[in-house]
């Protein structure tokens, strides 16, 4: 197993307008934020997968990815583990019952996970796990396993995993006291990292980009069998609903790959897009995979500083909400994979942002329940 370290992946950036912390970790390797080799933001996924692996080998585990930014790494984990799966979500689902709670530091707090889905898995379980890409106080975690005490009282034991872990030794100790496991791939050190942005400046590239119809408007596949993790899946079946998802995809796309590709995923959609993209990069292409984000980060030219170029979207999922993508470039083709629907604007700003870096071979591959 490959061994990561804080210099491997770790990057700080600035919040924007963010009083509860100045900074933001910024992971060069998951596939969020910053592009990157699907296969390797894969491969670190899976590598958390391992360590769990090897700590519950015999027990039935239930694990709870959170959005947005860990959706991808809890579905890679819960594959490997042939565990249950089921992330938090921001979106709505209709004729649901929710558990609803806040996310600690968040600029969009409110998270919400399907109560429905809890009731009819938690009898068959032995660990519920929490699955994120970085716990720094353990704050949010606590506070669901409190709601979920409330409403369980037989309730399974807890544990936590990351791929990074910034708690201080305190807050490692309050998680040991409640016996509440815990594990990560890399252990940070946050002293220094509200410094590290200190007298930031914002001086890099922000476009907000326009929802009027582009001019040209690539070409739409619509895949069914849409398996979706904001409910209840099996981590297993849902790595081969993607995997099928992202072959019927290719299939249907005319014939002719470019040789570097850039594959973009949805806010919390992030998996199927990464997995699709691990698919091409098999077949030999060169591919780079990012997606879309709630999250209002600063971009600086400062030398070093992980983001430089800043667009802000309109929401594929919701006209009225802003969201961005960092640092395009030009690629021989761009494949946008999304669950949304409906959400025209959405679309259009995207794919404005794309033509700015001179983008003109664009595909969307939609992922329906038809």
Same mark, same amino acid.
């Given at each position: ?12 950036a ?21 592009p ?31 959005a947005?930014?860990?959706? #991808? ?29 806040? $996310?600690?530091h ?28 970085e ?9 669901? %396993? ?21 708690m201080?030794?305190?807050c490692?100790? %309050? ?61 297993? $079946? ?10 019927? #995809? ?10 570097? %590709? ?40 400062? #030398? ?28 021989? $083709? ?21 033509h700015?870096?001179?983008n ?11």
């Amino acid at each position: 197993m490959i061994c990561y370290t804080e210099q491997d992946l770790v990057s700080v950036a600035g919040r924007e307008n963010n009083k509860k912390r100045t900074y933001l970790v910024v992971n060069r390797l998951q596939g969020k934020h910053v592009p990157v080799s699907p296969h390797k933001a894969l491969q670190m996924f899976d590598a958390l997968g391992a360590l769990l692996e090897k700590e519950y080998k015999e027990e039935k585990l239930l694990l709870i990815g959170f959005a947005e930014t860990a959706t #991808a790494v809890g579905a890679a984990a819960a594959g490997r583990l042939h565990a249950w799966y089921l992330q938090t979500t921001r979106e709505q689902i209709e004729g649901v019952e929710y558990f609803y709670f806040s $996310e600690q530091h968040s600029h969009a707090a409110e998270q919400k996970l399907v109560k429905d889905d809890l009731d009819q898995v938690l009898p068959f379980v032995d660990r519920i796990i929490f699955v994120e890409d970085e716990i720094t106080t353990g704050k949010t975690i606590w506070n669901i %396993i409190q709601l979920l005490k409330k409403t369980y009282p037989d309730c399974p034991p807890f544990s936590a995993v990351s791929i990074l872990n910034g708690m201080a030794a305190d807050c490692q100790n %309050i998680y040991k006291e409640r016996k509440i496991g815990l594990h990560w791939l890399v252990k940070t050190q946050h002293e220094t990292y509200p410094d590290q942005v200190s007298g930031l400046e914002g001086d890099g590239v922000c476009h907000v980009c326009s929802t009027e119809k582009p001019s040209r408007m690539p070409e739409e596949y619509g895949i069914g069998g849409l398996e979706n993790a904001r409910r209840l899946t099996k981590g297993a $079946e849902y790595r081969m609903a993607c995997q099928q998802m992202a072959e019927k #995809a290719l299939q249907a796309l005319p014939a002719g790959r470019g040789s570097r %590709i850039l594959v973009v995923g949805t806010e919390e959609f992030m998996y199927p897009a990464l997995i699709l993209g691990e698919l091409l990069e098999q077949a030999g292409t060169e591919v780079r995979c990012h997606s879309t984000t709630r999250s209002p980060i600063v971009v600086s030219k400062r #030398a070093g500083y992980p983001l430089r170029e800043r667009y802000q979207l309109s929401s594929l999922y919701d006209a009225q909400r802003r969201t961005f993508i960092y640092d395009l470039t030009a690629y021989e $083709e761009v494949l946008i994979v999304t669950d949304a629907s409906g959400e025209k604007e959405g679309l259009y700003s995207l794919v404005n942002a794309l033509h700015e870096q001179g983008n003109d071979k664009i595909y969307v591959i939609r992922w329906c329940e038809a």
